[in-house]
C-alpha cells in the first residue's frame, strides 16, 4: 500500500539546468527517489516517541536507512510504501545529506581569514593564521579558529523548491544545491 508522507530518502544524482517559459533558466538539482518501504514503526505506547523508518533498496550490497519522528505514525503499517507522489511543484523542502569532505585545509580556505601582505617583510607567511593567544592564559582558548579537517559533516538546505517531479522514472528536482556528491544518500522532508 502507498501512503502519502513528507518524508523520503533518495540518491543524488547531479545538477542541471531546466527552463522554464516564466522563469528562465533554472539551476536545479536531480534527485532519483525510488519508493521507499516502511520498515519499523514506532510509537508512544511501546518506544515512548512517534517515529517510522524508512529504507531503500539495496545498491552495491547496502540498504539505506533513516529513521523520521512524525506525529502521525499510528496510521503507517511496516511493508507500507513511500513515493514521490506525495510532494508537489512549489513544494518547500528540507534537503539534508553528508556534505562533500575537502580534507585538512588552512586557515583561508576554511576560515576566510585574508592572508598576509605578499611584500614588506613576510617571505613565507603568506596564508598562516597570525597570532593564536595572549600570554594569559596561556593556552589555546577553544573554538579558536585554525587549520583542520573541512566538511564531511551533515548539512541541511532549508526551503528549497520543488520545481520539477517525474514519477515514472522516479525524479525530483529541487532548486539550486545541496549537500553531498553525486550518488549519495540524502533525506527530503517537507
Known amino acids: 500500500m502507498f501512503i502519502h508522507m513528507k518524508y523520503i530518502l533518495g540518491k543524488k544524482l547531479g545538477m542541471t539546468t531546466l527552463y522554464d517559459k516564466e522563469k528562465g533558466a533554472l539551476n536545479v538539482t536531480l534527485i532519483e527517489c525510488h519508493p521507499n518501504t516502511v520498515s519499523v514503526v514506532r510509537t508512544v505506547e511501546k518506544d515512548g516517541y512517534d517515529a517510522v523508518q ?14 523520521f519522528r512524525l506525529e502521525e505514525a499510528a496510521t ?3 511493508g507500507d510504501q513511500i513515493s514521490i507522489d ?9 534537503v539534508s545529506g553528508i ?14 581569514f585574508k ?25 589555546v582558548i577553544k573554538g ?28 525530483l528536482a529541487v532548486l539550486g544545491a545541496v549537500p553531498g556528491v553525486v550518488g ?4 527530503i522532508r517537507g
Do not use: C, W
Open 76 to 78: 503507517v503499517a511496516t
Open 115 to 139: 592572508g598576509s601582505p605578499a611584500t614588506h617583510g613576510h617571505k613565507h607567511d603568506l596564508r598562516a593564521p597570525g597570532s593564536i593567544g595572549a600570554q594569559q592564559p596561556q593556552h
Open 86 to 94: 506525495t510532494f508537489q511543484i512549489d513544494d518547500e523542502v528540507n
Open 99 to 112: 556534505a562533500k569532505a575537502k580534507g585538512f585545509q588552512g586557515v583561508v580556505k576554511r576560515h576566510g
Open 184 to 187: 549519495r544518500i540524502v533525506e
Open 54 to 67: 524508512l529504507e531503500i533498496a539495496k545498491t552495491k550490497k547496502v540498504t539505506h536507512r533513516k529513521e
Open 144 to 171: 579558536k579558529r585554525m587549520a583542520g579537517r573541512m566538511g564531511g559533516k551533515r548539512s541541511t538546505m532549508k526551503n528549497v523548491k520543488v520545481v520539477y517531479i517525474d514519477t515514472e522514472k522516479n525524479v
